[in-house]
Each structure stands twice: as structure tokens, then as C-alpha cells.
């Protein structure tokens, strides 16, 4: 049973568009919402991550809007470049909990930026 | 700090045979995991170790064993591999096995069984 889905699985856009990347979850116990960024023959790394409290969160060009009710979440990136082909990977976890520490990923989504 | 390590970074394997992943973190974190990423599929997780001493499963544990060799070091084992363990294995650790703790991914293992 899938926890959390991602879509699209791939995205191109152009140089400066916003692409959108889209989260559902079913387990309303999940508190804890991460995006992982993985380069072409590397590991995932954190990008950025929210808590379902707040509503928005940006980091510089990348931004996680967050609807509780709708159990949905969402990665903007703003003014996209080059440098942000990659796969990204949405998760949720929880804080408390016999597997805690476990995240939840989505099967990803493969983003490429046209020059 | 050179982080999360894993070691091969390639293995071919036939069907049948045995092998061990390695991963080592310096970073002193009490929490490590072991991944499988197939194409379309994300990343599920194989095994985990909350801390030092402790080892579970995950969502996909048949077919695999792992060893918490101390604080530092968590390794992968494929008793007899089938190409069904095609893939590329990812571990990874976190300070603390709480679902906030970031975690920290190594460069990967990509393994293929003929």
C-alpha cells in the first residue's frame, strides 16, 4: 500500500518556469513532510522540509505549500534553472511512533530545465 | 568529514552467489538505514538500525540480512542474490531514529545480478 503519491513522474519545463511537483498522503499520524533532491549518480539530500502547522515554507526558490485538510503538499520552484535537473522525492514521517524514524517516500519525479 | 561511504560503488553478481555491502558514517549519528531504488519505484526501505545493537525491517526485507557493527558501521548482506536484487542500494543514517532527524545519504552501490 503506496502512503504517499507523487505526481508527475517527469516534468520538463523551460529555463525560469515554475515547475510543480505534487504530494498526497493517507496516514494523517505523518507530521513531518521532507523533499530530497538526488543528482544523476548520487545520493538523495534534503532540500527542504515542513511540518503540517504551517500552511507555507519557502527556502530561496523553492517553496512547500501545505494543505492539511486536502492531506496534499506541494514543491514550487521558482525561476527554474539547468542546475535543478534532478529527481525529487517527497516523504512524510512521524515524530512518535514504534518506526519513527522511517520516512515515507514517494516514487519521484525526474524534473528537467531547458535552457 | 567524508559523511555516509559506501563501498563497491559497482558489483556484478551471477545468480546464486553471495555479497556484502558496506557502509560506514563519521558523523557520529546513532540511526542507520539501508535503501533500494528501482526506476518508478522510489526508494523502499530494506532494514534499518534505530542504534547501536538494534536492527529491523523494513518495508522490504526477504531476501536480505544486515549486521550493526558498531556505531559507525551497517552493513547489506545477499545470502544468494537474484536478479530480482538488481538495483542501486543507498544507505544512509540519521542522528536520532525520530521521523524530523534529516538524513544523510552515501553515493550508492549499484549492483546488477545476471
Known amino acids: 500500500q503506496q502512503q504517499v503519491k507523487q505526481s508527475p513522474q517527469s516534468l520538463i519545463v523551460q529555463k525560469g518556469g515554475i515547475p510543480i511537483i505534487n504530494c498526497a498522503y493517507e496516514n494523517t499520524a505523518f507530521d513531518y513532510f521532507p523533499w530530497y533532491q538526488q543528482f544523476p549518480g548520487k545520493g538523495p539530500a534534503l532540500l527542504i522540509a515542513i511540518r503540517p502547522d504551517v500552511s507555507e515554507k519557502k527556502e530561496g526558490r523553492f517553496t512547500i505549500s501545505f494543505n492539511k485538510s486536502a492531506k496534499q503538499f506541494s514543491l514550487h520552484i521558482m525561476d527554474s534553472q539547468p542546475g535543478d535537473s534532478a529527481t525529487y522525492f517527497c516523504a512524510a514521517s512521524m515524530d512518535y511512533g514504534g518506526s519513527q524514524g522511517n520516512l515515507i517516500f514517494g516514487k519521484g519525479t525526474k524534473l528537467s530545465v531547458k535552457p | 568529514n567524508a559523511g555516509v561511504t559506501q563501498t563497491p560503488k559497482f558489483q556484478v553478481l551471477k545468480t546464486g552467489q553471495s555479497m556484502t555491502l558496506q557502509c560506514a558514517q563519521d558523523?557520529?549519528?546513532?540511526?542507520m538505514y539501508w535503501y533500494r531504488q528501482d526506476p518508478g519505484m522510489g526508494l523502499r526501505l530494506i532494514y534499518y538500525s534505530a542504534s547501536e545493537g538494534t536492527t529491523d525491517k523494513g518495508e522490504v526485507p526477504n531476501g536480505y540480512n544486515v549486521s550493526r557493527l558498531n556505531k559507525r558501521e551497517f552493513s547489506l548482506r545477499l545470502e544468494s542474490a537474484a536478479p530480482s536484487q538488481t538495483s542501486v542500494y543507498f544507505c544512509?543514517?540519521?542522528?536520532?531514529?525520530?521521523?524530523?532527524?534529516?538524513?544523510?545519504f552515501g553515493p550508492g552501490t549499484r549492483l546488477t545480478v545476471l
Open positions: 558523523m557520529n549519528h546513532n540511526s
Open positions: 544512509a543514517s540519521s542522528e536520532n531514529f525520530s521521523g524530523s532527524d534529516t538524513q544523510y
